[in-house]
């Protein structure tokens, strides 16, 4: 076979694997029709893809006589990946198979503000006693995600002007990683990697996805057209310091007025159950009031619900997207946040745009960022130009 | 060579042509080079796009010796793409090559009320006019794009409740241009046809781009990730029925109250000049105004860029554009109507998502719509699947 053919036996093999990234077993002969190629070009493809351990044998076919025909399949345990999620004050560590099911996950308490050093090793002290425990060696690791509470410059990994992370700016987090670990490491912002947690896990068919984190801070991951958008900047989804009308004359962290971020996070309901005469410092503080049946703090964070709400239907209006999902340790108040958000833009929105869309409750919970991590490691090494790429690599070195 | 192999190399010569489409001429080892592709290869795959047409010889490489190597480009001009653009009171169809060149265009009056089929007969007879005219002869079109004032189902190429055009809802309008031209016939709505055609012929690089029209109406495109966006129902960038804060107590076509449209519209914007005492009735009147100097209208102008701005802030926070074009009749105001946007985008949006937005006007103007249906056509027919369809068909009846 000339190099020619071999190039194109490998770098369509990367393709051919997509199809088995749902999960379905298949025969040679139902690949064979549904791509077209020749029986002996798929069968070139998915030995090499055999070699990289991607693909497995998984029973045979129902036979109407003669032969049964094998099947092959997606093994998504042949190689695991670490998921982080590095919040304010704590740290989650995850690890999961190729197709983002969790194997194992460790939460321990840690101060983002310690910097990167110490906050990093500790994740690695945890991803050691994950991995070791699991009976995983660190050369199975496909890839580590992390989640930063800041904003990433996607590209490089490294945070830029974070403004709880003292001593976290422009520090280059994959490179410290991979002094321990040398595989992929991705970084992005916690709130884009929860939507792609959520999606992941709950809608992965829905190609427009807003997911929307109230907490400490309030911000949101786009997904359009099935993929994150970080814009031009990596900004994108920064709804916290979008002004409302109920926030004229309050003053957000930020420098700015009026900002969402500044009347409906956590703290900002906590400031106003405090002036009220009630024992509420934190947005924790106001999930105890509501647990409680507090009627002012219920009637508050319904409020901060329709804030967001008002700032999410020209959202709606723009993007049009069929699904809105609220995280972030505020939507634990259960229905009361979603009820605000929805008597706002339900009545804001062009009947056409929210016909068929839905606002809903995080299912992923507190392990979104640690799924969404995980899947954007996968979605990058399972992508049809990294197989190849690790096919030519193996080729290369033959 | 067996039939795997064919299909092989007519699937990836799709591909291959992608290469083509900045224009570049290329010599068959730089290809080889560019693509990891064998000689033998690349030769079959560009022996199969020369016999569509898309590529052709294009001169020699300078040599450093022997014979010199002869170079192949795309040959834009080998089809024609015809872009129609239908407003409320004309018709502008235009002829460009596969590149979007301009080769010729007409306007004439058209009331889109004339329902349908009066409005396409017209434009159908605009086409072959131009046809005959640039001595192109109907198999010549790769196919025909059309822009029509209202909500699209762009799939099926029907017009959706259309607010301002009678007769035209569900019609087909691709089963009727097609019983004229038997070709591709994709339709969408205005505005998202001209964020194509701005992108295309003035941004191509930006990947992250809104284009707003200020007219009788008020909308945007949305294009991120280098796409244009339709949203979950095809109603994305539907900017007009935001409720902005200037708007309580407007009431607006659409039944709400308060949208950006019932403030910062032409109609809106004559109405306030018309109750100051100055004949104002549309738009256009507006711009009459304007350009005599009056400062009520040149005020009245700004104001309504600042209402559209203030809508763009959100938007700016949300999407992190690069790049936000103003068009539409009232963008021909000049400086007035931007200098409003940029006043509030600027002050109300994080530094780090405006520190490199551009708020620019409209470069291409009234062409921008035809120039959008033929770059939907262009990218459509010229996608990798598209050609590989065409060649197979092409083998297939050999």
Sequence with gaps: MNQGGTVGTLTRAGELFQIFRDGQPRTRAELVALTGLARSTVAARLDALTVLGLIGPAGEALSSGGRPASKVAFQPG????????????????GLTDLSGTMLAQRRVSAEIGLGPEAVLDLALRQAEELLAAAGRKPSELAGI????????????????NPPIMPGWDGFDVPGYIQRSYPTEVL???????????????????????????????????????????????????????????????????CGNEGCLEAIASGPAIARVLNDAGFAALTGEDVLALVRAGNVQAVQAIRQAGRDVGEVL??????????????????????EHLLAGVREVVYSRSLPLATSRLQIVQSRAGAEAGVLGASRMVSDHVLSASMIDAALNSTASTD
Tied chains: 1, 2.
């Design 78 to 93: 042949s190689q695991v990946i670490l998921g982080v999620d590095l919040g304010a004050t704590h740290l989650l560590v």
């Design 313 to 334: 239907a020209t959202c709606v209006s723009m993007l049009n997207p069929q699904i809105i999902v609220i995280g972030g340790s505020l939507s634990l108040a259960g």
């Design 187 to 253: 970084v992005d912002n916690d709130v884009n990697i929860m939507s792609l947690g959520e999606r992941a896990a709950f809608w992965p068919d829905a190609d427009e996805l807003l997911f929307v984190k109230v907490a400490t801070g309030i911000g949101s991951g786009v997904i359009c057209g099935g993929l994150l958008q970080r814009g031009a900047d990596g900004t994108a989804g920064d709804l916290g310091h979008v002004r409302v009308q109920r926030g004229a004359g309050v003053f957000c962290r």
């Design 145 to 160: 995600g992390i989640g930063l509470p800041g904003p990433v410059e996607h590209a490089s990994g490294k945070p830029a």
